[in-house]
């Protein structure tokens, strides 16, 4: 059955791919291709593949939904080019239109705003009451607020009886967080929009041209990732006859460009941490010192660019790019820039290594539940199954294989067009990547699912040398780096899920801004590393943070109970 499944799904990608070869998908038919392609074959994937297909059925009578949304600038920009091709508004594009093809739902969008400013109208229509049938709560206290003010309906039997399986699995891949987040009272409130964690996992990056012409290994230690820096810095590979290079970019933010270093210090200053029988707020635990001391010896040896405390990552990525650095902690998207420079010199060439740590033991890293926000339907709905409908029409189109997933998901942001955005699982990246793995091993690209067919075809694109460092069969990519993180049990998740009290939402932006002003001038050495610490967390006392501390206990606790 598996096998036949498979070349019905196989007959549909190619019938498709010689459709839209005759078809210029700048033409409005092309628009009409995909939408009929979806509405005529979801409820026979569904079936097929869940045994569901009645959950996907068609209303027999029109049935109205009243939604509002949010679009980013880019959005905005699109969509005056695909209004041109294919006629789309924001009120009426491809979603809108095979949601209604493929179900009888009229979708009927009472107001869009530009982000960010959605969250201020929303909160409006929260005070006075006027919410639409359905939307998206993309902040955990104004979920909190509707729910306890009974504006909209628990959601926990509405996902038992109506969504798919697929979209089970995929709200839950957080093993629960999104859905323990929307929790009040004992019921959920909120349908979770997943979004990839492991997009805050931090990766370390080294030139590795550099590392073969030098003729080093990987560092498994801090003091060997500062013999590779110093080593770089000496070599004048920017060829001006000067060691005016830098070991390791920085910039202002400070945690996202050192978030690998702290956790390989043991330290992680943004994430609320498990310390025995509490909960502490990372940023004050004693480890949290040796990793700004040695950034502070960093500095004071001109490892770091000492304009760093005024630059975005924008701003010190120019280091980067004229080769004047190269070693990085980043993200795996990093490898988009790689190209860029690749498309200058083909000899340039980097490469993703395991952290390095104090002792060369493995590094453990924290993650937070990443999120779009969460769907919730207001109580007076008659038809609260539409949310998992649509949900499932989305899932569809851009994870099935069946129509061109690309156009419904990936191009320039066409994923945002969903009415409620989109949803992947909270491991999407690492899955995606075992799917290609697949195909590397097969050469068979039916086996190909959602954004790894996308990911697949950028294997052979003007980009191809990032989309193989990142999603690469390679052994020097991230999503190696990653995949043994997750096989080792090295990835652990903030312990704290709670909504903020008062208490917390009028002092904690304050305390985390006092965190990054204490740090920043400890690593530059305007203070020294040991008084400065001292008086952060004594600041952090003063200004809330024992209380804080004591709430997120408190919520911990009584979270804990519940679950036993």
Not at 410 to 418: I, K, P
Request: proline share 3%.
């Amino acid at each position: 059955m598996k096998k036949l499944l498979a070349l019905v799904l196989t007959l549909c990608l190619m019938l498709t791919a010689t459709s839209a070869l005759a078809i210029d998908q700048h033409e409005p038919e092309y628009f009409e291709q995909q939408v009929q392609l979806l509405a005529d074959n979801l409820q026979k994937w569904y079936e097929e593949n869940y045994g569901e297909g009645a959950l996907v059925a068609p209303y027999d009578e029109p049935v109205d939904v009243h939604i509002v949304s949010y679009y980013t600038s880019t959005l905005e920009a699109n969509m005056a080019t695909w209004n041109e091709w294919w006629g789309e508004t924001l009120e009426h594009d491809r979603y809108v239109e095979a949601i209604r093809r493929a179900f009888n739902i009229n979708i009927i969008y009472d107001w869009q705003k530009v982000d960010p400013d959605y969250n201020t109208q929303l909160r409006l229509a929260i005070t006075a009451g006027e919410i639409p049938d359905m939307f998206i709560v993309r902040d955990q206290n104004d979920l909190m607020q509707l729910a306890e003010s009974e504006l909209i309906m628990p959601v926990d039997d509405i996902i038992e009886q109506y969504f798919t399986t697929r979209d089970k699995e995929i709200q839950s891949s957080d093993g629960g967080m999104l859905y323990e987040m929307a929790t009040y009272d004992g019921q959920v409130y909120g349908i979770p929009c997943n979004v990839s964690d492991t997009d805050t996992f931090s990766y370390i990056w080294l030139r590795k041209d550099w590392m073969n012409q030098l003729g080093l290994e990987a560092p498994k230690t801090f003091e060997d990732l500062k013999a590779i820096m110093d080593a770089f810095k000496q070599a004048d590979f920017d060829g001006n006859g000067q060691a005016d290079g830098y070991g390791m970019l920085i910039d202002s933010t400070l945690y996202y460009s050192t978030r690998g270093l702290f956790a390989g210090f043991g330290a992680h200053p943004e994430f609320w941490v498990k310390d025995g029988d509490e909960i502490v707020w990372g940023g004050t635990q004693p480890c949290v010192k040796d990793a700004l001391r040695f950034l502070n010896g960093l500095y004071n040896e001109g490892y770091l660019d000492p304009e760093f405390i005024t630059q975005t990552n924008a701003d010190a990525k120019a280091i980067l790019l004229n080769n004047q650095c190269g070693v990085v902690y980043a993200g795996h998207w990093l490898a988009h820039d790689f190209q860029t420079m690749y498309d200058k010199d083909n000899t340039v060439d980097w490469e993703c290594v395991e952290l390095p740590s104090v002792d060369g033991a493995p590094v453990q890293q924290y993650l937070t539940p990443v999120k779009r926000g969460w769907i919730v339907i207001n109580k007076d709905y008659e038809h609260p199954e539409v949310a998992a409908k649509i949900r499932a029409l989305c899932t569809f189109a851009g994870q099935s294989g069946v129509t061109d997933g690309t156009w419904w998901f990936s191009n320039d942001g066409a994923q945002d067009l969903e009415p409620f955005k989109a949803s992947v699982s909270s491991w999407d990246n690492y899955n995606t990547y075992l799917n290609l793995l697949e195909c590397f091993e097969s050469g068979d690209t039916s086996v190909l699912k959602g954004k790894a067919i996308t990911y697949w075809g950028n294997m052979d694109s003007a980009s191809s040398y990032a989309w193989h460092l990142m999603f690469g069969d390679g052994p020097d990519t991230p999503m190696v780096v990653l995949g043994n993180a997750i096989n080792d049990g090295r990835i652990a998740y903030d312990a704290f899920l709670g909504a903020q009290s008062e208490f917390m939402q009028d002092r904690w932006s304050t305390i985390k801004d006092e965190q990054l002003t204490a740090f920043t001038k400890m690593i530059i050495g305007e203070v020294d590393i040991d008084e400065g610490f001292e008086s952060w967390l004594k600041s952090f006392e003063s200004m809330g943070g024992k209380q804080i501390t004591e709430e997120v206990n408190a919520w911990y606790a009584q979270a804990n109970a519940e679950e036993f």
